[in-house]
């Protein structure tokens, strides 16, 4: 077994993780919104919190999701183009450029985002009083994952040889 084959079986125990998390977020987002329309039509007392709190949630959901597609390899991508027009050590280059970019790109996003969230994630929501740190750090915690991620994909586009490359 080598490198390639035991980052695969540990990222996708990681990845499993976050469909999990995936499932817990969309569970608790459709509970809150179901008690806040029970309260609000029937009772007549809708609450303060459930808004914010279910903005939050998307908020994690949405980057909680991109870090499951990053995995998969599901995302919207242009892979037609490159078998199509150029030879396959060509399309293997560019691959290799294209997952190095997005590996960059995400570094750059989680360290930005990480240093935002610590300047301004003192300040508390206004309905439910949690600080911003919360729903702030879904962005660089997903953003490490997923550079994680991409640079695994780096590393495996370099090191596998071109017909085992799936993606």
Not at 48 to 61: G, K, P, Q, T, V
Not at 78 to 101: D, E, L, P, Y
Request: proline fraction near 3%.
């Amino acid at each position: 077994m080598n490198i390639v084959q035991v980052s695969d079986k540990i990222l996708d125990a990681i990845n499993t993780f976050m469909e999990y998390l995936m499932g817990i977020l969309f569970l608790t987002l459709v509970c809150i919104t179901f008690q806040e329309v029970l309260r609000r039509y029937l009772f007549n007392d809708p609450t303060h919190w459930a808004s914010e709190a279910c903005r939050f949630l998307l908020i994690w959901m949405t980057f909680t999701g991109a870090c499951i597609v990053t995995r998969l390899v599901t995302h919207l991508t242009m892979g037609f183009t490159i078998h199509r027009f150029v030879n396959k050590s060509t399309s293997q280059i560019i691959k290799v450029c294209i997952s190095a970019i997005a590996a960059v790109s995400m570094i750059l996003l989680t360290y930005y985002s990480g240093k935002v969230t610590l300047l301004a994630g003192y300040r508390a929501a206004p309905m439910t009083g949690i600080p911003m740190y919360y729903p702030w750090a879904a962005l660089p915690i997903n953003g490490a994952i997923m550079s994680i991620y991409m640079i695994a994909e780096t590393f495996k586009h370099i090191f596998e040889k071109e017909t085992e490359v799936t993606s």
